[in-house]
């Protein structure tokens, strides 16, 4: 995987700061402050957002510290390869990521792993299999932390802490010897002063003090459940009682609910002034209705001339469209506007012209100075662009002129040949008409179309003279009919039927029948009720039988001997709530104990479990550390050193190859020392990273020249398989490479 650009639009103190990155070694050059820690910040925040891990959306301090100096908006996108190309833009402000597979065009904006470990979407998960603080600790590679002595101790530690959890900053040893101070201090049985010994003797304080109370309460539980017994018998039978009671309304309920339910099977009832409307429309209505159709016929309309009327219309319209198409006269237009485009394609062709020789002799000028490296020639480019620019705004306003009227010329053309299609179009309509009414010109078509139209005028005249006469007949009897008709709209409403469902509903025998039966039920309902409202009678009872007297007596004689009960019990009340309150002081000290117990064992597991896992990943990841290593400080010594070897206990030891010894790592060099670490980190990163880019931030500075040399040397072999990002506040490492003849790509802050 390489990065190809960092965008920095808008983050910490850059404003769309682009940075390319390039295949094998990249130098980042800036003195301090200058941004170095920014552009690393910014790495990070792009693919892990900031995110603290959770299910809540929540941010790092960094989220803040690196908020823009200037503006409102707070983003930046990476672009980077790894066989497909990815494009990653985050808009930090609104949480907000864009994460695309530029080579195949999938989205993965919406992936599952991005938020495997946080809320906010994290990219780097996706990509490194990582969570941020694994990534933020083992990513970036710096100089050795440590005070000057102790280098030795460091490095062991990094080592160690990779090689067993994957994070030079987490420790397993410690963690389980965090947790094992934890399990310790809270104690055991045993231990009074320790908190789970001490719960244990307060419960058995209570444990005492309960079975004191028990043995006072002996008799307690069967009075008690005596008295619950007699509770729920008094309880069932004054339900009983009550039910008995307001049986007869329950009763009077059901039948009425019976005879509502008949009635709504049997219809609505009709009211005696609908029912009389309903026979008044079934008896005038269709009279009314056959004498408007009578006196629609005896209308005398002159059809033959129908036809000769829309002709003359469609004539005239014709006849008009074709004097405003002759007004038009589009090709004096065209004739214009092609004289004006001769001239305008003359002027564009000689600006075009100006521009080009201009152009190519500032080309010209430019490659002198370079061929010649007399670099004031080149200042003759000047003048000749200013005079290239001065030209092309009047070159762009003719071509765009030069345009206008070509669009125009084309639309002119267009509208003329559909002025001839439409004129043809109507030479067609015209030899229709001819030939329908049997005439041989235009001319006598007109003549023809205007003496028939004057006789239809007359007719006209008489037919309204007799219509006249007999609409007030007509208009008479349409609002009479109108009347019904919105009669029957407000039955049909009324009573949710047509009219013909009306009539057959009410207006049959079994119609008939059926009101009468509708109505004998509303007057049983009514007798029932008597005024009042049926919900009154509606109790939600059982229906239930018996003799009101006897059950009253059964129910005295219960309440009298509850009474009597509920006396001795109150004899025992203080024992009871003494014992209850003793009860649940117990359950909490024993909940408390449980809670504690169980933490202690969930430790002794994750003990476990982080000793399974030490020694687990002791055997898989250390070999591949060492024979990494073996190879690295072989490369960077010259061959002086060219193996190592790591006890179970971390203490590393290097052969000397020229006395076949084994020198312990305390007896080598700080500046050998500082190399084995990144050796460390370099192993390390090939193991978690596979091809990721290899950062180095300010790693050379207690390096002297040499050993900066080798380790620079081994970089550039390196870079073959791994893309290496290097930042660095010096120009030591420039001139370095630059010595040596390695290509890089710089990039100065």
């Known amino acids: 995987m390489k990065i190809e650009e960092l965008n920095l639009q808008a983050f910490g103190k850059f404003k769309n700061k682009q940075i390319e990155l390039k295949d094998g070694i990249n130098l980042i050059y800036g003195e301090n402050e200058s941004g170095k820690s920014t552009i690393f910040k910014f790495i990070e925040g792009i693919f892990y957002g900031f995110a603290k891990s959770g299910v809540q959306r929540r941010t790092t301090s960094d989220f803040e510290k690196y908020r823009p100096w200037t503006g409102s908006e707070y983003k930046g996108s990476i672009v980077l390869n790894n066989g497909d190309s990815f494009r990653i833009m985050r808009n930090f402000d609104k949480y907000e990521l864009d994460?695309?597979?530029?080579?195949?065009?999938?989205?993965?904006?919406?992936?599952?792993?991005?938020?495997?470990?946080?809320?906010?979407?994290?990219?780097?998960?996706?990509?490194?299999?990582?969570?941020?603080?694994?990534?933020?600790?083992?990513?970036?590679?710096?100089?050795?932390?440590?005070?000057?002595?102790?280098?030795?101790?460091?490095?062991?530690?990094?080592?160690?802490?990779?090689?067993?959890?994957?994070d030079e900053k987490y420790s397993l040893i410690d963690a389980v010897e965090n947790l094992e101070k934890k399990s310790d201090e809270?104690?055991?049985?045993?231990?009074?002063?320790?908190?789970?010994?001490?719960?244990?003797?307060?419960?058995?304080?209570?444990?005492?003090?309960?079975?004191?109370?028990?043995?006072?309460?002996?008799?307690?539980?069967?009075?008690?459940?005596?008295?619950?017994?007699?509770?729920?018998?008094?309880?069932?039978?004054?339900?009983?009682?009550?039910?008995?009671?307001?049986?007869?309304?329950?009763?009077?309920?059901?039948?009425?609910?019976?005879?509502?339910?008949?009635?709504?099977?049997?219809?609505?009832?009709?009211?005696?002034?609908?029912?009389?409307?309903?026979?008044?429309i079934d008896r005038e209505y269709s009279k009314i209705e056959s004498r408007?159709?009578?006196?629609?016929?005896?209308?005398?309309?002159?059809?033959?001339?129908?036809?000769?009327?829309?002709?003359?219309?469609?004539?005239?319209?014709?006849?008009?469209?074709?004097?405003?198409?002759?007004?038009?006269?589009?090709?004096?237009?065209i004739e214009l506007l092609n004289h004006d485009l001769i001239i305008s394609k003359t002027e564009v062709n000689k600006l075009n012209g100006?521009?080009?020789?201009?152009?190519?002799?500032?080309?010209?000028s430019i490659l002198g100075a370079i061929y010649f490296r007399r670099f004031y020639i080149g200042l003759v480019a000047i003048p000749l662009l200013f005079f290239a620019y001065l030209k092309f705004n009047p070159y762009r306003m003719k071509k765009a002129a030069m345009d206008r009227i070509e669009d125009r010329i084309s639309d002119y053309m267009k509208q003329s040949a559909v002025k001839t299609q439409e004129k043809r179009e109507m030479d067609n309509v015209f030899s229709v008409y001819m030939r329908k009414y049997r005439l041989n010109s235009l001319k006598e078509l007109r003549e023809f179309f205007e003496d028939e139209i004057s006789k239809l005028n007359k007719m006209e005249i008489e037919k309204d003279v007799r219509n006249e006469i007999e609409e007030n007949i007509r208009i008479d009897l349409e609002k009479k009919l109108e009347t019904f008709k919105l009669k029957?709209?407000?039955?049909?409403?009324?009573?949710?039927?047509?009219?013909?469902?009306?009539?057959?509903?009410?207006?049959?025998?079994?119609?008939?029948?059926?009101?009468?039966?509708?109505?004998?039920?509303?007057?049983?309902?009514?007798?029932?009720?008597?005024?009042?409202?049926?919900?009154?009678?509606?109790?939600?009872?059982?229906?239930?039988?018996?003799?009101?007297f006897e059950e009253e007596s059964v129910l005295e004689e219960l309440e009298a001997e509850f009474i009597e009960l509920s006396g001795k019990m109150s004899i025992n009340d203080d024992n009871f709530h003494r014992l209850t309150e003793v009860d649940e002081e117990l359950s909490i000290l024993e909940n408390k104990l449980k809670e504690l117990e169980d933490d202690q064992r969930a430790i002794h597991r994750a003990i476990d479990v982080l000793k399974e896992i030490y020694s687990q990943n002791k055997e898989v990841f250390l070999p591949k550390v060492v024979e990494f290593m073996n190879e690295f400080i072989k490369d960077i010594t010259s061959g002086k050193y060219?193996?190592?070897?790591?006890?179970?206990?971390?203490?590393?030891?290097?052969?000397?190859?020229?006395?076949?010894?084994?020198?312990?790592?305390?007896?080598?060099?700080?500046?050998?020392?500082?190399?084995?670490?990144?050796?460390?980190?370099?192993?390390?990163?090939?193991?978690?990273?596979?091809?990721?880019?290899?950062?180095?931030?300010?790693?050379?500075?207690?390096?002297?020249?040499?050993?900066?040399?080798?380790?620079?040397?081994?970089?550039?072999?390196?870079?073959?398989?791994?893309?290496?990002?290097?930042?660095?506040?010096?120009?030591?490492?420039?001139?370095?490479?630059?010595?040596?003849?390695?290509?890089?790509?710089?990039?100065?802050?």
Do not use: W
């Not at 033959?304 to 074709?322: A, G, H, S, V």
């Open 642 to 749: 060219d193996r190592i070897v790591v006890d179970e206990k971390f203490n590393i030891v290097v052969e000397d190859k020229a006395s076949g010894k084994m020198v312990e790592v305390e007896k080598l060099s700080n500046g050998t020392v500082d190399q084995l670490y990144l050796g460390i980190r370099l192993a390390i990163s090939e193991i978690m990273y596979k091809n990721a880019p290899v950062v180095l931030d300010d790693h050379f500075i207690q390096y002297d020249d040499l050993r900066c040399r080798e380790t620079l040397k081994f970089l550039n072999n390196y870079s073959n398989k791994k893309q290496i990002i290097i930042f660095s506040a010096m120009n030591r490492e420039a001139k370095i490479l630059d010595e040596m003849g390695i290509e890089y790509n710089k990039v100065n802050l």
């Open 292 to 333: 408007l159709n009578e006196e629609r016929n005896c209308i005398d309309v002159v059809c033959e001339y129908d036809d000769i009327e829309k002709d003359y219309i469609e004539f005239k319209k014709l006849c008009n469209r074709i004097d405003e198409l002759n007004r038009n006269n589009f090709s004096k237009e």
């Open 488 to 548: 029957i709209a407000e039955l049909e409403r009324k009573y949710d039927l047509s009219f013909d469902e009306l009539r057959e509903k009410y207006l049959s025998d079994e119609g008939k029948s059926l009101i009468q039966d509708i109505k004998n039920s509303e007057s049983i309902i009514e007798h029932i009720l008597n005024g009042r409202d049926i919900e009154d009678l509606n109790h939600n009872i059982e229906v239930v039988d018996g003799n009101l």
């Open 99 to 166: 994460f695309h597979n530029m080579t195949t065009g999938e989205n993965l904006s919406s992936a599952s792993e991005l938020n495997k470990f946080a809320k906010i979407k994290q990219p780097g998960v996706y990509l490194f299999d990582v969570e941020s603080s694994v990534f933020s600790n083992s990513f970036f590679i710096g100089q050795l932390e440590s005070k000057l002595g102790s280098e030795v101790d460091t490095l062991k530690h990094s080592l160690e802490n990779f090689v067993t959890s994957g």
């Open 186 to 280: 809270l104690g055991r049985e045993s231990r009074k002063t320790s908190p789970i010994g001490k719960l244990y003797q307060q419960i058995e304080l209570l444990k005492k003090k309960k079975s004191e109370l028990k043995l006072n309460l002996s008799r307690y539980e069967e009075i008690t459940s005596e008295f619950l017994e007699l509770k729920q018998s008094l309880y069932e039978q004054r339900k009983f009682v009550r039910n008995l009671k307001l049986s007869d309304d329950q009763r009077n309920y059901q039948k009425i609910k019976k005879f509502r339910n008949s009635k709504e099977n049997l219809g609505k009832v009709i009211s005696d002034t609908d029912y009389e409307t309903l026979i008044e």
């Open 354 to 364: 100006y521009m080009l020789i201009a152009l190519g002799l500032a080309l010209l």
